[in-house]
């Protein structure tokens, strides 16, 4: 059973740096086949992929957040780290760190931390 957990700070200041870390258990971030995604949810929005790090530590960003979005990993803590520069009052949202694969016809997510509140505020 893979378990992922996100810390952080849950109050960051506009213009600040958001920082996020996903820590796994159960499942190495190097093992073949997998990625980890950062995933988020603004309030009364829909789900919106930010980006992730596959097995070989190459990353991936959404176009739209690129600017501002960067993502690593630290092997040997097994643990993955979103940095979200910055911030707006439209960064407030729940995050999600994610395990996602290339499946036989979708690409899947099958494991999800439970989320970390972060509120943008002054």
């Known amino acids: 059973q893979v378990q992922l957990q996100e810390s952080g700070p849950g109050l960051v200041k506009p213009s600040q740096t958001l920082s996020l870390t996903c820590t796994v258990a159960?499942?190495?971030?190097?093992?073949?086949?997998?990625?980890w995604s950062w995933i988020r949810q603004p309030p009364g929005k829909g789900l919106e992929w930010m980006g992730a790090i596959a097995e070989s530590g190459s990353t991936y960003v959404s176009p739209s957040l690129k600017s501002r979005t960067s993502i690593s990993r630290d092997t040997s803590k097994n643990q993955f780290t979103l940095q979200l520069s910055s911030v707006t009052l439209e960064d407030t949202a729940v995050y999600y760190c994610v395990r996602g694969y290339v499946g036989s016809v979708h690409y899947t997510f099958d494991y999800w931390g439970q989320g970390a509140q972060v509120t943008v505020s002054s």
């Open positions: 159960g499942g190495s971030i190097t093992s073949n086949y997998y990625d």
